[in-house]
């Protein structure tokens, strides 16, 4: 646990701002507290997966479909797959709770979540299949709004299509990684094995014998 809060005193943190929020204790006056005082969750991610449950409707749903993004996200494919509601103004509201943070304004906007585990947090919030479907709409946007650049996000677009269960996309990002890679063929041997993989649980005969000779012609060049 000491490692997930990633060098900072996050449950006290949490616990103090659980406070503040049920007037547990006066602001502005210095004071002393007893376990005996507050209830105290089981578990820091039960804490705060209740932050996140606690949003308002649509910012709790705008912060689920960052954490499928991942730890951070750019805000203009956010704005893609989210398609309705107040985006704007769902992540302002998500930046003032202290759930997300501005990482950088260029050459695009690009925020993140203030800490891995509210980005766990928030994906936990998710059903199977909410996240799944969430995954491919993430999947399918990145493609559309990188356009000819896709191939430059070939790696990262292949796992959200694993994830997704969309195979058949994630063995053709799969090997466009691997072919980009010609400078670091272990890597590149790395990126065939998960595409082989992927490709016999699809059920791709064709695409499993081609990764076959790929693979079998880099070990020979080794």
Not at 96 to 107: D, F, H, M, S, W
Not at 110 to 130: P, Y
């Amino acid at each position: 646990m000491v490692g997930r809060a990633e060098g900072n005193p996050l449950y006290l943190e949490e616990l103090v701002r659980l406070l503040l929020e049920e007037a547990a204790v006066e602001r502005n006056r210095t004071w002393t507290l007893t376990v005996g005082q507050v209830t105290l969750p089981a578990r820091l991610e039960n804490l705060l997966v209740a932050r996140v449950d606690a949003l308002p409707e649509g910012a709790r749903s705008l912060a689920q479909i960052a954490a499928v993004i991942g730890r951070t996200f750019e805000v203009s494919l956010l704005e893609r797959v989210a398609d309705t509601g107040d985006v704007a103004g769902e992540l302002l509201d998500l930046v003032r709770a202290g759930i997300v943070q501005e990482l950088r304004r260029y050459p695009e906007l690009v925020c993140g979540f203030a800490h891995g585990l509210l980005h766990e947090a928030a994906l936990s919030t998710l059903t199977i299949a909410r996240h799944r479907e969430l995954t491919t709409r993430v999947a399918d946007m990145l493609e559309q709004l990188l356009g000819e650049r896709a191939p430059q996000e070939a790696e990262r677009l292949a796992q959200y299509y694993i994830r997704s269960n969309r195979l058949d996309r994630a063995v053709t990002y799969l090997e466009r990684a691997a072919a980009a890679s010609p400078g670091d063929p272990r890597h590149a041997i790395e990126l065939l094995e998960a595409a082989a993989r992927a490709a016999a649980r699809e059920g791709d005969l064709e695409a499993e014998r081609r990764l076959e000779a790929r693979l079998a012609e880099l070990a020979a060049g080794a």
